[in-house]
């Protein structure tokens, strides 16, 4: 699993996963709560086998979802522009546990670091 953070000047963070020839661009308004409900939710899901969060946009929001099954770890991204869409499928993927952990903690430290630089 291939996972990757940047930030723009407007304060948006923009996140990038891709697994298997599956890939996922998804943003969020607010870095900061982005990033934080994000460790959250792989916290959760590394420890508890399930964890979730959102990114708001102005257009809409996205949906991380994560449930480990045993050693797997079953990646989700979702996106909502409103009520009368419903939920689009962006990313759906499988990977091992370990490598997923390993994957989002690299980008989110990765991230946290370039933000200290500014």
Avoid: N
């Amino acid at each position: 699993m291939e996972v990757t953070f940047t930030g723009d000047a407007f304060g948006r963070v923009l996140g990038t996963i891709a697994h298997d020839g599956a890939q996922a661009t998804v943003s969020g308004s607010d870095s900061l709560s982005a990033m934080a409900d994000l460790r959250l939710a792989v916290d959760s899901a590394i420890a508890h086998d399930h964890g979730e969060c959102f990114w708001r946009e102005a257009l809409g929001e996205y949906r991380w979802l994560f449930r480990r099954e045993g050693r797997t770890m079953r990646v989700v991204i979702l996106r909502s522009t409103g009520t009368l869409t419903g939920w689009e499928h962006c990313l759906w993927a499988e990977c091992d546990a370990g490598q997923f952990r390993c994957a989002m903690s690299a980008a989110m430290e990765e991230y946290e670091s370039s933000l200290s630089t500014l």
